[in-house]
């Protein structure tokens, strides 16, 4: 079965800082990938997604992901972090070696920007 | 207002009982689900359906039981044979197919009293 890893669970930056994610992911082939992001008291909400065409995609409020299939990896990057970017982040995959099926989310890596 | 609504906010459980959580959308998405949210441990599939009066089993469906007689509402029942219900439980949607995006409802947090 599809399994995600997020390598970190809790990482803790200053306001301006760059922000890397990593996510990784066990079976390739073809696959749909999603960041999602839960704010203190907010519903989960999806960040970005790739479905295919263009390996570097950009989401909201100035996330960006790049997919490289080779890596079997899908990480998440923001320039410059702000306070209000202070959430916990879930990488999800969907697909694997019978193909789409149900999305498999990673543990999660909560983000602590400190002003 | 389209979305997901999720009630109660808040339940409490004895031991022995069981608990429906109600899940209901207005997108008019095809497809349902459950998820259990621990601390850590990511979200994991209790149960989906991808169309009315059908339902399959996700990772962890032992103790748990759905229904979805109508395409809006997808109820969750927590039963007595789940040892450990104390989560978070989240309600999403798709338009179809699993493989699109789903959005996720506020969620419920269950609590065994």
């Known amino acids: 079965a599809q399994s995600v890893s997020q390598h970190n669970h809790h990482v803790i930056l200053s306001e301006a800082a760059s922000l890397e994610l990593g996510c990784n992911y066990s079976?390739?082939?073809?696959?749909?990938l999603f960041w999602y992001v839960q704010y203190p008291g907010q519903h989960l909400q999806l960040l970005l997604k790739y479905f295919s065409g263009d390996p570097l995609v950009k989401g909201i409020k100035g996330f960006e992901a790049e997919f490289i299939k080779s890596k079997f990896s899908f990480n998440l990057r923001k320039p410059s972090v702000q306070w209000s970017d202070t959430a916990e982040y879930f990488c999800?995959?969907?697909?694997?070696?019978?193909?789409?099926?149900?999305?498999?989310f990673g543990k999660g890596t909560m983000l602590l920007v400190s002003p | 207002d389209g979305g997901i609504t999720q009630s109660p906010k808040y339940l409490f459980r004895k031991e022995g009982q069981n608990v429906t959580l109600s899940c209901e959308q207005n997108?008019?998405?095809?497809?349902m689900y459950w998820y259990r949210q621990d601390p850590g441990q990511g979200l994991r599939l209790i149960y989906y359906s991808q169309i009315v009066n059908d339902f399959q089993k996700g990772d962890i469906a032992e103790g748990y039981s759905v229904s979805r007689e109508k395409k809006e509402s997808f109820p969750l029942t927590v039963t007595s044979a789940q040892k450990n219900p104390t989560a978070f439980y989240l309600c999403?949607?798709?338009?179809?197919?699993?493989?699109?995006?789903?959005?996720f409802g506020p969620g419920t947090r269950l609590l065994v009293l």
């Open positions: 997108l008019n998405h095809d497809a």
């Open positions: 999403a949607s798709s338009i179809a197919q699993t493989q699109e995006t789903q959005y």
């Open positions: 079976y390739g082939g073809t696959v749909n």
């Open positions: 999800a995959v969907n697909g694997g070696p019978s193909g789409y099926s149900t999305l498999t």
